[in-house]
Antibody
Framework: QVTLKESGPALVKPTQTLTLTCTFS??????????VSWIRQPPGRALEWLAR???????FYSSSLRTRLTISKDTSRNQVALTMTNMDPVDTATYYC????????WGQGTMVTVSS | EIVLTQSPGTLSLSPGERASLSCGAS???????LAWYQQKPGQAPRLLIY???SRATGIPDRFSGSGSGTDFTLTISRLEPEDFAVYYC?????????FGQGTRVEIK
């Protein structure tokens, strides 16, 4: 059974750096073709794809956020991390991690509020 | 970057009716790498369709996808009460990957 679960702080202050971790099971990110993405969704708004990391450590980022994002993986721990710098209240959202190209399995999401 | 535009923004229909949702791309989506998702309040999205027309595991056959290039459609042949939700398209043919803004299917 494939599962993913996001973890990280529920509240961050403006200008701080957010670090989120996606811990997964049921597959290996060292397997050819495997990919994990981060997606976010502000309250009442649409989904926004943020970043992706592939089995071969290729990394891809949203055009609008690429200067603020870093994605990394720890294959031995089955984890993918996302850091986002210079957080702003508009970054308040539920952050999801998901597997694949068409995202066949999603985490439950973690709500992050940016407020002083 | 490929921009996906979904229409209509809201679709008001009754159970048993047919729903047609559109997703238009600003550039051709390579290899029809287009997916559709359903999202209900408080839940993560669920994959319905991948490769423009292939149903994901466990998805009822009342859901179908079609299209290629820049024009794609999700059709729900007969709406069931559990189908009232928000639907998103997503392209994964070229980076950065992108989502449409969503179509809400509501009970009339």
């Amino acid at each position: 059974q494939v599962t993913l679960k996001e973890s990280g702080p529920a509240l961050v202050k403006p200008t701080q750096t957010l670090t989120l971790t996606c811990t997964f099971s049921g597959f290996s990110l060292s397997t050819s073709g495997m990919r994990v993405s981060w997606i976010r969704q502000p309250p009442g708004r649409a989904l926004e794809w943020l970043a992706r990391i592939d089995w071969d450590d290729d990394k891809f980022y949203s055009s609008s956020l690429r200067t603020r994002l870093t994605i990394s993986k720890d294959t031995s721990r089955n984890q993918v991390a996302l850091t986002m710098t210079n957080m702003d209240p508009v970054d308040t959202a539920t952050y999801y991690c998901a597997r694949g190209r068409a995202f066949d399995v999603w985490g439950q999401g973690t709500m992050v509020t940016v407020s002083s | 970057e490929i921009v996906l535009t979904q229409s209509p923004g809201t679709l008001s229909l009754s159970p048993g009716e047919r729903a047609s949702l559109s997703c238009g791309a600003s550039q051709s989506v390579s290899s029809s790498y287009l997916a559709w998702y359903q999202q209900k309040p408080g839940q993560a999205p669920r994959l319905l369709i991948y490769g423009a027309s292939s149903r994901a595991t466990g998805i009822p056959d009342r859901f179908s996808g079609s299209g290629s290039g820049t024009d794609f459609t999700l059709t729900i042949s007969r709406l069931e009460p559990e189908d009232f939700a928000v639907y998103y398209c997503q392209q994964y043919g070229s980076s950065p990957w992108t989502f449409g803004q969503g179509t809400r299917v509501e009970i009339k």
